[in-house]
């Protein structure tokens, strides 16, 4: 079924501001799974069946079913894939896969290995890569390049709406082929990639308050919907976060007490000619327990050269501005989100 006027959204799920995921189905009769539509990476996986039970993060989640799909073909090869917050392995296999009801024949990894450590606290099932197939693990063809050679879909884009609000319902929407003007305001400001094959683009600056203080010779950012927070070079959070004085966890997070977050800069980012401001209530989580920690939605990781130094822009700047990733001319557009 071809989507209707070449677009086809699917709503997201808004996990306490921290984790968006969407609905996906796998093999005949359909075996639904949640996955997070990731631009930091661009294969999909779901736990499977075979994952061994000990693994507490297999057994709390929906497993794809091999035997139980009529579509269902045999790969068996391995498959292997490191995020920022941990890694997963699994084996190949090829299916249905249908999303926002459009349906493509692909590869993809049943995870067999999933550690608790952090899949214990991911509210998804899988993951969804939505990056270029330049940087796809095993070279397998990403899903939505198989979208756009079905010719179903109005352009070669798709598009982010994170909402900022856990209580909103949907918490989000991806849009395949097109955007959704119920979800931002005024124009598009659109840069390119830095390279083919990466959503990625040259950040011009980091200014805090007034004073542009890292990236003034320029530097890599990442736009990663499969990030929770924005992260940059530890030395240049610490600055940072010295700045604003939030005070460091032990599992390198910040927090600040609440009653100060008033008080606290406005953090901009210079990428294609415009300053993507972030005021406190924008990178500022307050705490679901109500007490007085507020956690800053910053994180210092340092990514080893030639890929880093880079800054991983996540969902609390998405969240923000309004997403169109364009496959089509290979650039990023951002749009003030409603
Ligand atoms: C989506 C896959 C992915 N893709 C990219 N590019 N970057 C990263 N970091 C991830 C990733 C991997 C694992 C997990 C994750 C994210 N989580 C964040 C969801 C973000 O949803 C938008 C959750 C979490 C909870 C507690 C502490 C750390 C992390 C569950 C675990």
């Not at 071809?2 to 677009?7: A, D, E």
């Not at 499969?226 to 959070?237: D, H, K, L, R």
Request: glycine letters at 10%; a negative charge.
């Amino acid at each position: 079924p071809s989507p209707k006027n070449g677009t086809a959204p699917t709503p997201l799920i808004n996990y306490l501001d921290t984790q968006y995921f969407g609905e996906i189905s796998i093999g005949s009769p359909p075996q639904k799974f949640n996955v997070v539509f990731d631009t930091g990476s661009s294969n999909l996986w779901v736990p499977s069946q075979s994952c061994s039970p000990l693994y507490t993060a297999c057994f709390t989640h929906n497993r794809y079913d091999a035997s139980n799909s009529i579509t269902h073909v045999y790969n068996g090869s391995g498959f292997s894939i490191q995020y920022a917050s941990g890694n997963v392995r699994g084996i190949l296999s090829e299916d249905v896969v249908v999303v926002g009801g459009i349906p493509v024949v692909q590869v993809f990894a049943e995870a067999t290995a999933l550690p608790a450590i952090p899949f214990i606290f991911a509210k998804f099932d899988g993951v969804l890569g939505m990056g270029y197939p330049d940087v796809a693990i095993d070279g397998i063809t990403p899903v939505f390049d198989r979208i756009m050679s079905q010719h179903v879909l109005k352009q070669n884009v798709f598009s982010v709406y994170y909402s900022r609000d856990p209580t909103h319902i949907p918490g989000g929407e991806l849009v395949l082929g097109g955007t959704d003007p119920n979800y931002h305001t005024g124009s598009f400001h659109y840069m390119n990639t830095k390279e083919e094959g990466k959503w990625e683009v040259i950040m011009k600056g980091v200014s805090v308050g007034a004073d542009m203080l890292f990236c003034m010779e320029g530097c890599s950012a990442v736009i990663d919907t499969g990030s929770s927070y924005i992260t940059g070079p530890a030395s240049s959070i610490s600055i940072l976060m010295k700045t604003i004085g939030a005070v460091e966890l032990a599992e390198g997070g910040y927090t600040v007490s609440c009653n100060l977050v008033k008080l606290l800069p406005t953090v901009a980012f210079h990428l294609g000619g415009q300053e993507y401001s972030l005021t406190e209530e924008d990178y500022i989580l307050w705490s679901e327990f109500g007490e007085d920690i507020c956690t800053v939605t910053f994180k210092a990781l340092d990514v080893p050269p030639p890929v880093g130094p880079i800054w991983i822009l996540g969902a609390n700047f998405i969240a923000r501005y309004y997403t169109e990733f364009d496959r089509g001319n290979n650039r990023i557009g951002f749009a003030q989100a409603i």
